[in-house]
């Protein structure tokens, strides 16, 4: 064999690497010959590119053969990533094809999530598309609502602060610089007071310490008194005492019937009635001797007779003499 053949199947053999490779390296593997071709649409691929690996369930399965826009006037900028899927495992048309992270900085990939229900998918078909949050974008998300408070806070503040230097004139620091004196004053007052009362506990502490031991015996002598009367008889005391009430209920009964003595002075009023006629009687006679002694006493050397008793001047008050 010639140099010259030698040559040539060398520079046919590299020249067939190379198409291999560059091939290979855009997802197609041209020694593979049921490898199947599926389509998916996204209106953001972040960052995918061709040759990114294609997985199921964590086994790399086929790799990114192309991406590019598509091309119906109604989908502008969408774009289209094609991918050759080198394994035959079954899976439907209503599989997705998610991309996702495989680091911070591992780029991107495509991970078929399979599906068993329906039509089973065959190379040419389109698979719908979806895009998982990496870290960065999760904490992006996370981080916006904290941004807008954090923002609508700084205003707020700032607000708050433009409304403050408004308020707090040159009279208005004023008034409260001596605001602050006062309450330095008063503060040092308070102390004041409480250092004296401070003082007149100390000195009073004896007083207390006495006044707290008089207590106690107190309260230790009411617990004699206590233990006294709960060991008394009381049970006979108190029949004793019911007994005395009963008697005693049963003479007021006995009083407002009229029984007794007593009862009868309270029921019958002849007794009133007798000395208030007596009490009249003697009035009248008291007021006769005041008026007519002569009448009583008489006493005369010639004879005279007493003037006889009249009714009309005793009534009148009158004397009887004339």
Not at 90 to 113: C, D, H, Q, R, W
Not at 117 to 123: C, F, M
Not at 171 to 189: A, L, N, P, V
Not at 267 to 273: A, R
Request: hydrophobic share 35%; net charge neutral; no cysteine.
């Amino acid at each position: 064999m010639s140099r010259e053949v030698k040559t040539g199947i060398v520079s046919l053999v590299i020249i067939a690497l190379f198409v291999w490779g560059y091939n290979f390296l855009k997802g197609q593997n041209l020694f593979e010959a049921n490898s199947r071709t599926f389509y998916i649409e996204y209106d953001n691929i972040r960052g995918l590119n061709k040759a990114s690996t294609v997985s199921i369930n964590g086994l790399q399965v086929g790799r990114v053969s192309d991406i590019t826009f598509n091309t119906d006037p109604d989908k502008k900028g969408m774009l289209v990533v094609e991918i050759a899927v080198e394994n035959d495992f079954p899976f439907t048309k209503n599989s997705v094809v998610k991309i996702y992270s495989t680091g911070i900085i591992g780029g991107e990939s495509l991970a078929i999530i399979p599906s068993y229900e329906g039509e089973l998918a065959v190379s040419g078909d389109f698979l719908k598309g979806e895009v998982e949050s990496d870290i960065f974008t999760s904490v992006g998300q996370s981080l916006n609502p904290l941004k807008t408070k954090v923002e609508r806070v700084i205003i707020e503040a700032d607000s708050l602060l433009i409304a403050l230097n408004d308020i707090l004139d040159d009279k208005t620091r004023r008034s409260f610089k001596r605001t602050i004196r006062g309450f330095e004053d008063m503060t040092s007052t308070m102390n004041k007071t409480l250092s004296s009362l401070n003082k007149m506990i100390d000195s009073s502490r004896l007083d207390i310490d006495v006044t707290l031991e008089n207590t106690k015996r107190v309260t230790d002598n009411f617990a004699k008194v206590s233990d006294t009367l709960v060991n008394a008889n009381m049970g006979l005391t108190i029949r004793t005492l019911k007994g005395t009430l009963d008697n005693v209920n049963g003479l007021l009964s006995g009083m407002e019937e009229g029984k007794g003595t007593i009862g009868k002075l309270m029921t019958n009023d002849s007794l009133y009635v007798n000395l208030t006629n007596a009490s009249k009687e003697l009035e009248e006679l008291l007021r006769e001797m005041k008026l007519n002694p002569k009448r009583f006493v008489h006493f005369s050397l010639f004879g005279k007779k007493a003037k006889p008793y009249n009714e009309e001047n005793n009534k009148k008050n009158v004397s009887n003499k004339k």
